[in-house]
């Protein structure tokens, strides 16, 4: 009740109590995801190894791929919190489910590598995106981006 009473307060001026608790109720069900990622394919050597990818503290980490091989990004998703609806809050005309977009690119050429579209009714799913390591010797940094189809500040 805490934190209903710290976002009732400032808006009790301007909207009813039941437009109050349905913004908090919004609020409350917007989601929370945990995404861990894993790439798989050839690795050090070996064909169908697997290796989780943390988000690097500076560019002097990098993961070594062979050229034009096939790998996978695979995203583990946790929804973290209980659902209250099996539909999102959005200007939709009709109800929607949540959805989202898997986008993988390479910033510096403005190159889209993959694109998966996947929806996730249950608190742990899993989906990947296949790609192909460049032709090219060197470093590449990719960028993947899970982007909500429906809800604002999801994203990451």
């Not at 995404?35 to 989780?52: C, F, I, T, Y």
């Amino acid at each position: 009740m805490k934190n209903y009473e710290a976002l009732a307060r400032p808006l009790r001026k301007e909207f009813e109590e039941s437009q109050i608790e349905r913004i908090y109720q919004v609020i409350k069900d917007v989601p929370t995801i945990n995404v861990e990622l894993k790439v798989r394919g050839q690795l050090n050597d070996q064909s169908d190894a697997e290796q989780v990818i943390k988000q690097p503290s500076d560019r002097n980490v990098w993961y070594k791929l062979h050229a034009n091989e096939e790998y996978q990004l695979v995203l583990s998703l946790h929804r973290l919190g209980a659902k209250s609806s099996d539909y999102i809050y959005s200007r939709f005309p009709k109800p929607k489910t949540e959805g989202y977009f898997l986008t993988l690119g390479c910033q510096e050429s403005g190159e889209l590598i993959g694109l998966k579209r996947f929806s996730s009714r249950v608190a742990r799913s899993t989906s990947h995106v296949v790609f192909n390591a460049p032709s090219k010797l060197g470093r590449v940094i990719y960028t993947l981006y899970f982007i909500s189809d429906g809800q604002i500040g999801v994203d990451q």
